[in-house]
């Protein structure tokens, strides 16, 4: 075998496995022979002798593992997530509150947006560092979840990110940190739904209204919040529906929106029934049906024809005209098998040719063919209908079962703004209504929706929790206060976390003041002080709903000026911005694996 210090072995492997794989090649061979990793000589397959006799070296590479790309650690990547997750917070920043300023978004193909709906400009930025898409996947989390203040959770989360940061450039462990904001996290939770949040039953429907035009005060409908505050708060009540457990529920997808050019944005309205932007395929065909039975079709009604690759031999060419007959005839069993169920209204997302419309028109039914899938899913439920994708059955025949249609109680075309329009009325499962929007251009159109989905979403929220609080960065502050105190009750190091806690709630109050190019240390002074106040004096409670009037540039109650939001839209932001925080804290070590290019060029050099 040799001296002990001269111990061959000979790999099948190439070199550059063996270099690379250090700990796993060398230790599992080493245990068996007991000798130090310095002491031994590799063999290649390629004949070429390597001494690793450094244990410095060896230590090195088992350390790296061979790992091709780029690495780093400690401080290092936590400075370089804050530094990213800051970037993404400074883009929404200047947009947040009711005098924040708009983004124009351009991309790739020149196509414009104008907005100040954080949620999409986030959305629209090609965002490359893995820590900031953290954070637009958080400000998506709160569209889906709440429907509004995803700029405030973008914000907060990157300031909390902040603070982390600096306790543990401090010496403080992140264990501690995370240990001090999840406490810090549910005590605040409890605080707002205890102490900060109302009924809405004590303020009745004025609340409803109040909390839509906080939603729409930063939005370019501002000016007429009050119109479509009662436009928003109608509709939502309108498709107030019960479901099997009893639990009263607001569908927002029941109400659609359609947008047409023209006229201004106060000639906007609210249409009992579902529209469909598209109207009747034949002229031929009746402007009203009622009682309306609805088949919702998801494939085409033109003639049919052989799949590409199929090959037919044909020997007289009186066969040939029979095929094509067929072909037609094959349409026209399946239309003549949807009359015959009872439908009187036919909605596909295909197409409907010429020969097939002229079936439709003789029975007297409608047909609309190119609707959109979302909205024909939307109708299916709402009249109780199936969405068909084939008439073939379990044994091969096609059939259609009447069971399959839905139910109106009138189906019929109207005129909006010179396009044709296809209303659905009285529909049998739930109620649905749609909200008509006139604007100048798409660009204001496209913002005016993004401002009545939220709107939407916040009353549905409101409707549904039941809780409302005081707008105007009042629950921002009160926690501040709260959690401040409560810090000095800790003993441990998660004091300073909590008080770090505490302090990064005070950013809302700040960017709203600045936005507003009001004096935000003099405010957010003020602000404080009445939340202090109301905290240590019981006779003093009523403070604890004073938030800024950044139109005069004072401290108000602002639940009785109606500055108010649903309770859970506060709950789940604080949720989402802190564990995003955490984490994105909990990183210390990132690698970013090089592309296949890089990786095969460098396993060629070693």
Same mark, same amino acid.
């Given at each position: 075998?040799?001296?002990?210090?001269?111990?061959?072995?000979?790999?099948?492997?190439?070199?550059?496995?063996?270099?690379?794989?250090?700990?796993?090649t060398?230790?599992?061979?080493?245990?068996?022979?007991?000798?130090?990793?310095?002491?031994v000589?590799?063999?290649s397959?390629?004949g070429?002798?390597?001494?690793?006799?450094?244990?410095?070296?060896?230590a090195?590479?088992?350390?790296?593992?061979?790992?091709i790309?780029?690495?780093?650690?400690?401080?290092?990547?936590?400075?370089?997530?804050?530094?990213?997750?800051?970037?993404?917070?400074?883009?929404?920043?200047?947009?947040?509150?009711?005098?924040?300023?708009?983004?124009?978004?351009?991309?790739?193909?020149?196509?414009?947006?104008?907005?100040?709906?954080?949620?999409?400009?986030?959305?629209?930025?090609?965002?490359?560092?893995?820590?900031?898409?953290?954070l637009?996947?958080?400000?998506?989390?709160?569209?889906?979840?709440?429907?509004?203040?995803?700029?405030?959770?973008?914000?907060?989360?990157?300031?909390?990110?902040?603070?982390?940061?600096?306790?543990?450039?401090?010496?403080?462990?992140?264990?501690?940190?995370i240990?001090?904001?999840?406490?810090?996290?549910?005590?605040?939770?409890?605080?707002?739904?205890?102490?900060?949040?109302?009924?809405v039953?004590?303020?009745?429907k004025?609340?409803?209204?109040?909390?839509?035009?906080?939603?729409?005060?930063?939005?370019?409908?501002?000016?007429?919040?009050?119109?479509f505050?009662?436009?928003?708060?109608?509709?939502?009540?309108?498709?107030?529906?019960?479901?099997?457990?009893?639990?009263?529920?607001?569908?927002?997808?029941?109400i659609?929106?359609?947008k047409?050019?023209?006229?201004?944005?106060?000639?906007?309205?609210?249409?009992?029934?579902?529209?469909?932007?598209?109207?009747?395929?034949?002229?031929?065909?009746?402007?009203?049906?009622?009682?309306?039975?609805?088949?919702?079709?998801?494939?085409?009604?033109?003639?049919?024809?052989?799949?590409?690759?199929?090959?037919?031999?044909?020997?007289?060419?009186?066969?040939?005209?029979?095929?094509?007959?067929?072909?037609?005839?094959?349409?026209k069993?399946?239309?003549?098998?949807?009359?015959?169920?009872?439908?009187?209204?036919?909605?596909?997302?295909?197409?409907?040719?010429?020969?097939?419309?002229?079936?439709?028109?003789?029975?007297?039914?409608?047909?609309?063919?190119?609707?959109?899938?979302?909205d024909?899913?939307?109708?299916?439920?709402?009249?109780?209908?199936?969405?068909?994708?084939?008439f #073939?059955?379990?044994?091969?025949?096609?059939?259609?079962?009447?069971?399959?249609?839905?139910?109106?109680?009138e189906?019929v075309?109207?005129?909006?703004?010179?396009?044709?329009?296809?209303?659905?009325?009285?529909?049998?499962?739930?109620?649905?209504v749609?909200?008509?929007?006139?604007?100048a251009?798409?660009?204001m159109?496209?913002?005016?929706?993004?401002?009545?989905?939220?709107?939407?979403c916040?009353?549905?929220?409101?409707?549904?929790?039941?809780?409302?609080?005081?707008?105007?960065?009042?629950?921002?502050?009160?926690?501040?206060?709260?959690?401040?105190?409560?810090?000095?009750?800790?003993?441990?190091r998660?004091?300073?976390?909590?008080?770090?806690?505490?302090?990064?709630?005070?950013?809302?109050?700040?960017?709203?003041?600045?936005?507003? #190019?009001?004096?935000?240390?003099?405010l957010?002074?003020?602000?404080?002080?009445?939340?202090?106040?109301a905290?240590?004096?019981?006779d003093?409670q009523?403070?604890?709903?004073?938030?800024?009037?950044?139109?005069?540039?004072?401290?108000?109650?602002?639940l009785?000026?109606?500055?108010?939001?649903?309770?859970?839209?506060?709950?789940?932001?604080?949720?989402?911005?802190t564990?995003?925080?955490?984490?994105i804290?909990?990183?210390?070590?990132m690698?970013?694996?090089?592309?296949?290019?890089?990786?095969?060029?460098?396993?060629?050099?070693?």
């Open positions: 075998m040799g001296s002990p210090k001269e111990i061959i072995f000979s790999f099948l492997y190439k070199t550059w496995f063996v270099r690379h794989h250090v700990s796993s060398i230790t599992r061979h080493t245990l068996l022979i007991r000798q130090p990793p310095s002491s000589v590799f063999h397959h390629l070429r002798w390597r001494l690793e006799d450094h244990p410095k070296r060896m090195y590479e088992a350390r790296n593992l061979g790992i790309g780029d690495r780093q650690s400690g401080q290092d990547v936590r400075t370089q997530n804050v530094v990213a997750c800051q970037a993404v917070s400074n883009i929404v920043k200047s947009s947040l509150g009711p005098v924040g300023l708009d983004k124009m978004l351009v991309d790739d193909i020149g196509d414009v947006t104008i907005t100040n709906d954080g949620a999409t400009i986030l959305k629209m930025l090609e965002v490359e560092h893995p820590a900031a898409k953290v637009v996947e958080l400000a998506e989390i709160q569209d889906r979840e709440v429907g509004d203040g995803t700029t405030s959770v973008v914000i907060i989360a990157a300031e909390l990110l902040k603070r982390a940061n600096d306790l543990v450039k401090n010496k403080i462990h992140p264990t501690s940190i240990s001090g904001y999840r406490l810090a996290m549910r005590e605040a939770c409890r605080y707002v739904e205890e102490k900060l949040a109302m009924q039953d004590k303020l009745r004025e609340s409803l209204i109040n909390c839509a035009k906080t939603s729409m005060s930063s939005k370019l409908i501002s000016g007429d919040s009050d119109f505050a009662n436009l928003v708060v109608d509709a939502v009540q309108a498709i107030k529906s019960t479901n099997s457990r009893g639990e009263v529920k607001y569908p927002i997808k029941s659609n929106i359609l047409a050019h023209g006229r201004s944005a106060k000639d906007s309205y609210l249409l009992k029934g579902y529209a469909l932007n598209t109207g009747r395929a034949a002229q031929g065909m009746p402007l009203r049906v009622a009682p309306a039975k609805i088949a919702c079709l998801d494939f085409n009604l033109q003639k049919t024809k052989m799949q590409m690759g199929v090959q037919i031999l044909v020997t007289n060419p009186r066969e040939l005209e029979k095929i094509r007959q067929r072909e037609a005839d094959v349409t069993e399946r239309i003549e098998k949807v009359l015959k169920a009872g439908a009187n209204v036919i909605l596909t997302t295909k197409g409907i040719d010429d020969m097939s419309l002229k079936y439709f028109v003789e029975a007297g039914a409608i047909a609309v063919r190119r609707v959109r899938k979302e024909l899913r939307h109708v299916a439920k709402a009249t109780g209908a199936t969405l068909i994708s084939t #073939a059955d379990m044994e091969g025949e096609e059939t259609f079962d009447p069971s399959f249609l839905g139910y109106a109680d189906v075309e109207e005129c909006i703004a010179n396009d044709d329009v296809i209303l659905l009325k009285g529909t049998k499962n739930t109620s649905a749609s909200l008509i929007l006139r604007g251009n798409d660009y159109l496209d913002e005016m929706d993004r401002a009545l989905h939220d709107a939407l916040i009353v549905k929220r409101t409707l549904e929790s039941n809780m409302v609080v005081a707008g105007g960065g009042a629950v921002e502050a009160a926690l501040s206060v709260y959690l401040e105190y409560l810090a000095t009750t800790f003993g441990s998660e004091q300073l976390a909590i008080a770090e806690f505490a302090e990064s709630f005070m950013i809302i109050p700040k960017v709203l003041s600045v936005n507003a #190019a009001k004096d935000s240390t003099e957010v002074a003020k602000l404080r002080a009445y939340h202090h106040t905290q240590m004096k019981a003093k009523h403070l604890s709903n004073m938030g800024l009037d950044l139109s005069k540039g004072c401290v108000c109650n602002n009785e000026a109606g500055v108010i939001e649903p309770a859970m839209s506060k709950v789940k932001i604080i949720q989402f911005a564990e995003a925080a955490i984490t804290l909990r990183i210390d070590d690698i970013k694996i090089a592309k296949d290019e890089v990786m095969s060029d460098r396993l060629e050099e070693t």
